[in-house]
């Protein structure tokens, strides 16, 4: 074996150790070149519309007032205050229980001239005025009529007026006048009062396109 030979077979093995070294050295430069990945970032909460408040609706008669009054000393003899109670009382009903408005009352008497004075006053509230007096063929209280007058607040307008009997037959709108004659008591006058004070508040509560239909009883 030549020295040459002898020579390379030594550094052979030498050559061999540092492949591996290098080769070693290498995958780990790679290794710490790699990147580590984060880990995934958790997902963000998508928020919650809160949801639109619907309006309340209103009604339209809901903020609404009357004041109602009767003229104690509008009629050609002096009659009981108990028959206009029955009257003011009938209307009043008539009002709260055909509409969801406010009604305001009052017990003393109510002119014309006080009832445009409060109407003016008034933003909102329609003030009503009701009046006894005898129809123009009265023979006795059966005879009496109810007058009723509604001013608009504000301006003191007449928006609507009319007239109730007590013994009255209705066509339609349209009154057509009294009916038969006959003495009755004093008790029973009053009845008729208040319904005739009834159909004055549904009539007023229809001219102002408030009017609800109460169901009759069986």
């Known amino acids: 074996m030549s020295v040459y030979n002898s020579a390379y077979m030594s550094y052979r093995p030498v050559a061999a150790t540092l492949i591996i070294v290098l080769c070693v050295l290498s995958m780990a430069a790679q290794s710490g070149r790699r990147q580590v990945k984060p880990p995934p970032a958790a997902p963000v909460p998508t928020p919650t519309p809160e949801p639109t408040p619907v309006p309340k609706k209103v009604d339209k008669d ?9 003229d104690h000393h509008d009629s050609f003899s002096q009659l009981p205050l108990s028959y206009h109670d029955a009257a ?11 509409s969801s408005a406010s009604v305001d009352v009052t017990e003393k008497s109510l002119s014309r001239s006080e009832a445009i004075k409060r109407a003016k006053s008034e933003a909102g509230g329609y003030v009503v005025m009701l009046s006894l007096t005898f ?3 009265a023979r006795s209280y059966d005879d ?8 608009a607040p504000g301006t003191a307008k007449l928006v609507t007026n009319g007239r109730s009997y007590l013994t009255g ?15 009755t008591s004093g008790l029973y006058r009053e009845q008729l009062l208040k319904q005739a004070g009834e159909e004055a508040g549904g009539r007023i509560l229809k001219a102002l396109h408030l009017h609800l239909e109460i169901p009759r009883s069986p």
Do not use: K, T, Y
């Open 62 to 70: 809901s903020e609404l007032l009357f004041f109602v009054g009767a």
């Open 88 to 98: 003011l009382r009938g209307c009043v009903d008539r009002l709260r229980a055909s």
């Open 135 to 137: 129809d123009s063929m």
């Open 144 to 151: 009496l009529v109810l007058e009723f007058l509604v001013f």
């Open 169 to 183: 037959r209705r066509a339609g709108p349209v009154v057509v006048g009294p009916g038969s004659r006959g003495s």
